[in-house]
């Protein structure tokens, strides 16, 4: 394996940490961000909603920009500006500021996301083994880190610009500087039945996209709803409900750590069978949990499950469309951003309509229908996956210096 290639995993892999502190540090401060501007809870869901659409739109974006600009040169300048988007929600002092760093903050961090899976499939197609998971793996240990800062800034009542500020000045020239290891990794030839064609596209994607959009359900499910339900609906304390979250963080790290080594032992459709049989599982636990602590065990299967769905997603895009990997990742990020979006509140909507515990098996059911779909993970002979790995090469394709 090159030098070339050992670098651009290590700046990859840290521009995927930088991005977890990041999206960590804004999701997490989102009542300090609503006091320090006064946004109302009626207006509050619209601010929230709009990161995600907007999202949506930079990751539409990235497909048409990557047709005459490298991916990691959209990820180079794509990074600093979410950070500096993010220094923007924290300095200013009126609805309007907050509305326009938002807006910022959505449409760069879309073009990061999808620039960044991007670059992830094609040094994993260079390395021809899965890595994809760590890639995502230092992703969520960057999220733990910018949680961690987030609770020690609201702890000692910082302001906002000034929990925010420390972490744009380190990781900003930090991201610049990893960016100059960053590889682009050449299209493999595209094949017969792999057109590029939207409709050819998007139909043999789609099942991708389902899996995608029910991962992301379930994931916003936690985030969103895990200290409600510990709290309220099995009795936790006020201290014991802000747990679950931080151990689903945890157990999604410690399985993106160790799931490529499942994928290259396995294969990559046993690994996503399992990881929707413990993730169901774990829903199930949280909706017959007679008490918190049941519940904690639920949560905790819940990261251990779901952890391994979003990369090897976008890896058997990657594998679908050897010669349209750019545009597969770009159009199935779209779906990420369509379950955060409707997780929420197709949760809160179940539980007031119906019951809390009730409303947790409509994500369990959506995640087992992964189940149906799981041969789309299938490596393909000749290419690189579980069973199929071919040997290490050294054509890593282009550099990523200049356009």
Same mark, same amino acid.
Not at 77 to 97: D, F, I, K
Not at 161 to 178: D, E, I, K, N, Q
Not at 271 to 284: D, E, I, P, Q, S
């Given at each position: 394996?090159?030098?070339?290639?050992?670098?651009?995993?290590?700046?990859?892999?840290?521009?995927?940490?930088?991005?977890?502190?990041? &999206?960590?540090?804004?999701?997490?401060?989102? %009542?300090?961000?609503?006091?320090?501007?006064?946004?109302?809870?009626?207006?509050? %869901?619209?601010?929230?909603?709009?990161?995600?659409?907007?999202?949506?739109?930079?990751?539409?974006?990235?497909? +048409?920009?990557?047709?005459?600009?490298?991916?990691?040169?959209?990820?180079?300048?794509? +990074? %600093?500006?979410?950070? @500096?988007?993010?220094?923007?929600?924290?300095?200013?002092?009126?609805?309007?500021?907050?509305?326009?760093?938002?807006?910022?903050? #959505? /449409?760069?961090?879309?073009?990061?996301?999808?620039?960044?899976?991007?670059? #992830?499939? $094609?040094?994993?197609?260079?390395?021809?083994?899965?890595?994809?998971?760590?890639?995502?793996?230092?992703?969520? @240990?960057?999220?733990?880190?910018?949680?961690?800062?987030?609770?020690?800034?609201?702890?000692?009542?910082?302001?906002?610009?000034?929990?925010?500020?420390?972490?744009?000045?380190?990781?900003?020239?930090?991201?610049?500087?990893? $960016?100059?290891?960053?590889?682009?990794?050449?299209?493999?030839?595209?094949?017969?039945?792999? #057109?590029?064609?939207?409709?050819?596209?998007?139909?043999? /994607?789609? %099942?991708?996209?389902?899996?995608?959009?029910?991962?992301?359900?379930?994931?916003?499910?936690?985030?969103?709803?895990?200290?409600?339900?510990?709290?309220?609906?099995?009795?936790?304390?006020?201290?014991?409900?802000?747990?679950?979250?931080?151990?689903?963080?945890?157990?999604?790290?410690?399985?993106?750590?160790?799931?490529? /080594?499942?994928?290259?032992?396995?294969?990559?459709?046993?690994?996503?069978?399992?990881?929707?049989?413990?993730?169901?599982?774990?829903?199930?636990?949280?909706?017959?949990?007679?008490?918190?602590?049941?519940?904690?065990?639920?949560?905790?299967?819940?990261?251990?499950?779901?952890?391994?769905?979003?990369?090897?997603?976008?890896?058997?895009?990657?594998?679908? &469309?050897?010669?349209?990997?750019?545009?597969?990742?770009?159009?199935?990020?779209?779906?990420?951003?369509?379950?955060?979006?409707?997780?929420?509140?197709?949760?809160?909507?179940?539980?007031?309509?119906?019951?809390?515990?009730?409303?947790? @098996?409509?994500?369990?059911?959506?995640?087992?229908?992964?189940?149906?779909?799981?041969?789309?993970?299938?490596? +393909?002979?000749?290419?690189?996956? #579980?069973?199929?790995?071919?040997?290490?090469?050294?054509?890593?394709?282009?550099? $990523?210096?200049?356009?």
């Amino acid at each position: 394996m090159t030098d070339v290639l050992r670098r651009g995993r290590a700046s990859l892999a840290f521009g995927f940490f930088a991005q977890g502190a990041a &999206f960590g540090l804004l999701v997490t401060r989102i %009542p300090a961000i609503q006091d320090r501007y006064g946004v109302s809870d009626a207006l509050l %869901p619209l601010f929230l909603a709009a990161v995600p659409v907007l999202a949506g739109v930079g990751s539409v974006t990235t497909e +048409q920009l990557v047709k005459r600009v490298r991916p990691s040169v959209l990820l180079r300048w794509s +990074q %600093p500006v979410v950070l @500096l988007a993010l220094l923007g929600v924290g300095a200013g002092t009126e609805v309007a500021e907050l509305a326009v760093a938002l807006a910022v903050f #959505g /449409l760069s961090v879309g073009m990061l996301d999808a620039s960044m899976n991007m670059l #992830g499939v $094609s040094l994993q197609r260079s390395y021809g083994r899965s890595i994809m998971l760590g890639f995502h793996a230092a992703y969520s @240990l960057g999220g733990i880190l910018g949680a961690s800062l987030a609770w020690v800034g609201a702890h000692g009542h910082l302001a906002l610009w000034l929990s925010y500020l420390p972490v744009v000045l380190v990781l900003l020239p930090a991201t610049l500087v990893g $960016s100059r290891g960053y590889v682009d990794g050449e299209a493999a030839p595209a094949e017969e039945g792999t #057109g590029e064609g939207q409709g050819l596209v998007f139909r043999l /994607l789609l %099942p991708l996209c389902l899996v995608m959009t029910f991962a992301y359900i379930g994931d916003s499910t936690v985030s969103n709803w895990s200290a409600k339900y510990l709290k309220d609906v099995l009795g936790g304390s006020e201290q014991l409900a802000t747990v679950p979250y931080n151990v689903y963080m945890v157990t999604t790290l410690a399985g993106r750590a160790l799931g490529d /080594l499942g994928v290259r032992r396995l294969g990559a459709v046993t690994v996503v069978r399992l990881g929707t049989l413990v993730a169901a599982g774990g829903f199930a636990v949280v909706a017959a949990a007679p008490g918190p602590w049941v519940g904690m065990l639920g949560f905790t299967l819940l990261g251990l499950g779901l952890c391994v769905l979003v990369p090897q997603t976008f890896a058997a895009a990657g594998r679908l &469309f050897p010669g349209a990997s750019d545009a597969a990742v770009a159009r199935l990020n779209i779906f990420n951003y369509v379950g955060f979006l409707v997780g929420s509140p197709l949760v809160g909507a179940l539980g007031d309509a119906w019951s809390y515990r009730g409303a947790m @098996l409509v994500p369990m059911v959506l995640v087992l229908v992964t189940l149906v779909y799981a041969r789309s993970f299938a490596a +393909q002979p000749d290419r690189y996956g #579980g069973g199929h790995e071919r040997p290490r090469t050294a054509d890593v394709g282009r550099g $990523s210096n200049g356009l």
